[in-house]
């Protein structure tokens, strides 16, 4: 029985580290041949995981074919503790594949500076657009990027809802989250919606909105209320497309 | 105690035997894995409550992001183990302190790293022989002193290239000045944890390769292994540090730590605490920054963006590989104040 488990315990500490790189190289390769990559990520990024994937493998070869840990005891449980470490971010990458930032990680994220910084931050993206007329459909992200030439335009565009007690009746908030680098460098993008009867709405419900933009004075900052003609409640985007993009 | 620091004592490549598991060697896997026990009942009993999606999402974006620059980081810092000798460091390094610093501090614009990387580099160069003033301002100047790190702060400020240039400038005097500072008060004995070669209770880093002149294939795999080593050693400090840093973006809000202080010297510490806790990419915390910008000086907002790439929760857990205790301590503080205290200033000479 003692030679049974020490057998184990030689195994385990051979092939553990084996173990550790193949899991993650196992999980790098689902996240970009499933896109759910970008329910944490840029697209940008993707590349870079691409090469963190080719390093995981070498390391794994090398490893692999390479020189044993030959000791077992105490080096063998902290060479386990260290690669438990390592795959603790899975057992979380695993619970929230479904999930999405909502309207807690927005109370965290707010400023309420967010129009102006969005206005400013995408300045150089408005020799891109011109004086062109813009399409109806827009995300959360456009409405900020043209906010000053939109005033008074139709708009069609879809995020989650927000209404804390604080809320005017007949308001709510409308929110995504634009990223950058990665989810923990989210900004909220939002507008307020007007419209009667939008206490039916839940908070984190996806709606899309229909509706006239006007740009009012809130807290001394412009921000865009849309004055909604329609309001019609959809199926929530899956993780990987919940984002906005810089 | 640092609950992960000394449990694998580093020894010579020769001693093949399994150290003695000493209470606090013991102590500290039980620490180890008493984190992992809690981080398994997080899971357990909170997963389906909205803080818990998102820590989760924050945790795991910050690893997954910093992932691969870790790789790349552990993968150079394994070739400068096998193909770099002291003798080259000596000759590339110029042996008195000040100008290997000055040159340390600016060395990122040719060797472009982020924060996650550029630790396991400078942990491989000190054993290498590297100075140590030298190797700090390497440490903390590199990840802003950087062509990537000023593009996306002037894209995060609508193309201001001003802020993008103040942001490098600021970095590189600090890093050149805190690496003056430990180079006086601090010796590499006094400073460092012995320097990385096979760690007992790992893999076999490949030291058992035949030693006299190999192969260029051993050799290479030979690096990868130390690479791999390097990894798996230094990557769980991420783990903890973006945890760490998870937590608090979901229990502090960005708006109230910034609407606490009202003058200007309480808004620059309350957005260094920010960058402190955020633990954010040198490559993205501009954006973070600017969405300040209506509400804070941009003195508090560069604050922001010059201490976070040198000091942050993920950061401090990782430098527990490579410096002793009091190193860190003082590293910190000096960091802290330094910063602190030039900005003040910058804003003083501005006026």
Same mark, same amino acid.
Request: proline share 9%; with cysteine.
């Given at each position: 029985m003692i030679r049974m488990v020490k057998a184990m315990a030689t195994l385990i500490g051979h092939y553990l580290d084996v173990f550790l790189f193949g899991l993650w190289l196992g999980v790098i390769c689902w996240l970009l041949l499933t896109g759910s990559d970008k329910a944490f990520l840029h697209p940008r990024f993707r590349l870079f995981l691409a090469g963190g994937g080719i390093l995981l493998a070498a390391f794994m070869g090398v490893i692999l074919y390479g020189p044993k840990r030959r000791s077992i005891g105490w080096p063998l449980a902290a060479a386990s503790a260290r690669a438990l470490l390592l795959m603790a971010p899975l057992l979380f990458l695993s619970t929230v594949v479904d999930q999405r930032l909502g309207a807690h990680a927005l109370t965290k994220k707010y400023t309420g500076m967010e129009q102006q910084t969005l206005l400013r931050l995408l300045e150089s993206g408005k020799a891109k657009t011109g004086n062109a007329k813009p399409k109806p459909d827009m995300s959360l992200l456009e409405i900020a990027r043209r906010m000053k030439q939109i005033d008074g335009r139709r708009v069609v565009t879809e995020g989650m809802v927000y209404r804390p007690d604080i809320m005017p009746e007949n308001y709510l908030t409308l929110f995504r989250f634009a990223i950058f680098c990665c989810a923990a460098d989210a900004l909220p993008v939002w507008v307020f919606v007007e419209k009667a009867g939008v206490e039916a709405f839940d908070d984190e419900d996806w709606i899309r909105v229909d509706g006239t933009v006007q740009i009012v004075d809130f807290n001394g900052t412009d921000v865009p209320v849309i004055k909604a003609d329609t309001i019609l409640k959809k199926k929530a985007p899956t993780s990987g497309e919940q984002y906005l993009f810089f | 105690m640092n609950p992960f620091v000394s449990e694998t004592p580093?020894?010579? &490549?020769?001693?093949?035997? /399994?150290? &003695?598991?000493?209470?606090?060697?013991?102590?500290?896997?039980?620490?180890?894995?008493? #984190?992992?026990?809690?981080?398994?009942? =997080?899971?357990? #009993?909170?997963?389906?409550?909205?803080?818990? /999606?998102? =820590?989760?999402?924050?945790?795991?974006?910050?690893?997954?992001?910093?992932?691969? #620059?870790?790789?790349?980081?552990?993968?150079?810092?394994?070739?400068?183990?096998? #193909?770099?000798?002291?003798?080259?460091?000596?000759?590339?390094?110029?042996?008195?302190?000040?100008?290997?610093?000055?040159?340390a501090a600016g060395l990122g614009l040719v060797f472009p790293v982020c924060e996650c990387a550029i630790v396991p580099v400078v942990r491989r160069l000190f054993g290498k022989g590297l100075p140590l003033g030298a190797g700090i301002a390497f440490l903390l100047g590199g990840p802003i002193v950087n062509p990537l790190v000023a593009l996306s702060t002037a894209v995060a400020y609508g193309n201001n290239q001003a802020i993008a240039g103040y942001r490098l400038v600021s970095g590189y005097l600090i890093a050149v000045a805190v690496g003056l500072l430990i180079d006086r008060f601090f010796s590499r004995k006094t400073a460092l944890v012995n320097e990385p070669r096979g760690n007992i209770g790992e893999m076999d880093d490949g030291c058992n390769e035949p030693a006299s002149s190999p192969g260029i294939s051993i050799q290479i795999r030979r690096a990868f292994r130390h690479g791999a080593s390097d990894f798996i050693d230094i990557g769980r400090f991420l783990v903890f540090g973006a945890f760490v840093a998870g937590v608090l973006q979901t229990l502090v809000a960005r708006g109230d730590l910034a609407a606490l202080f009202g003058s200007l010297p309480l808004s620059v510490l309350a957005m260094m605490t920010l960058a402190l806790l955020l633990s954010l990419c040198s490559e993205a915390d501009a954006f973070v920054a600017a969405s300040f910008r209506t509400t804070l000086p941009l003195t508090a907002q560069m604050a922001f963006m010059v201490l976070g790439p040198m000091l942050d929760l993920k950061l401090v857990a990782m430098y527990f590989r490579v410096f002793k205790k009091r190193l860190i301590l003082v590293m910190s503080l000096l960091t802290f104040i330094i910063v602190f205290l030039s900005m003040m200033a910058g804003t003083w000479v501005g006026r």
């Open positions: - | 580093v020894t010579p &490549c020769h001693h093949q035997q /399994a150290p &003695c598991a000493t209470p606090t060697v013991r102590l500290i896997v039980f620490v180890q894995f008493g #984190f992992i026990a809690s981080m398994a009942g =997080l899971i357990v #009993f909170f997963r389906h409550t909205p803080e818990f /999606a998102t =820590l989760s999402i924050t945790f795991v974006s910050i690893f997954l992001e910093a992932l691969p #620059f870790m790789l790349l980081g552990a993968f150079i810092g394994g070739f400068i183990e096998v #193909f770099v000798s002291k003798t080259i460091i000596t000759h590339i390094v110029p042996a008195r302190p000040l100008p290997a610093i000055l040159l």
